[in-house]
């Protein structure tokens, strides 16, 4: 089992890891929209978004993977509201490749953040 560490993406904000690669499979921490220098990113769910699939694409690759290898991708959201703003974001940075996905709206986020996602995808 390895640990994925890398300063292309925030650091934990508590007593985890960046992700995990084990058997084969990256296993990400659920990524926010923090910048890697650990300041939430200004702007509404749209700039968000985006900045959680830069750390999401960052931890993959530190992890040996990339959005393509995705097989599993869980988005918890802030408000059901925002889901047909970031399904298109999603959209864009998976293209064709769809792996299996749940969405689910919660309560609260971290940094009280509007959308959270993780992922599981194979190693290279």
């Known amino acids: 089992m390895n640990l994925i560490?890398?300063?292309?993406?925030?650091?934990?904000?508590?007593?985890?890891?960046?992700?995990?690669?084990?058997?084969?499979?990256?296993?990400?921490?659920?990524?926010?929209?923090?910048?890697?220098?650990?300041?939430?990113?200004?702007?509404?769910?749209?700039e968000?978004?985006?900045?959680v699939f830069k750390n999401l694409s960052a931890v993959l690759e530190a992890g040996g993977s990339s959005l393509d290898r995705v097989i599993k991708a869980t988005?918890?959201?802030?408000?059901?509201?925002?889901?047909g703003t970031i399904n298109d974001i999603y959209a864009s940075y998976f293209g064709d490749h769809k792996p299996a996905r749940s969405?689910?709206?919660?309560?609260?986020?971290?940094?009280d953040v509007l959308v959270e996602i993780e992922a599981v995808a194979l190693a290279k």
Do not use: W
Not at 48 to 51: G, K, L, R, Y
Not at 103 to 111: G, N, S
């Open 75 to 83: 988005v918890f959201i802030k408000d059901m509201n925002d889901f």
């Open 48 to 51: 968000q978004t985006h900045q």
């Open 5 to 46: 560490q890398t300063d292309k993406a925030p650091a934990a904000i508590g007593p985890y890891s960046q992700g995990i690669v084990t058997g084969g499979i990256v296993y990400t921490s659920g990524q926010i929209p923090l910048t890697p220098e650990g300041s939430l990113v200004e702007g509404g769910v749209e």
């Open 103 to 111: 969405c689910v709206e919660v309560a609260r986020l971290p940094k």
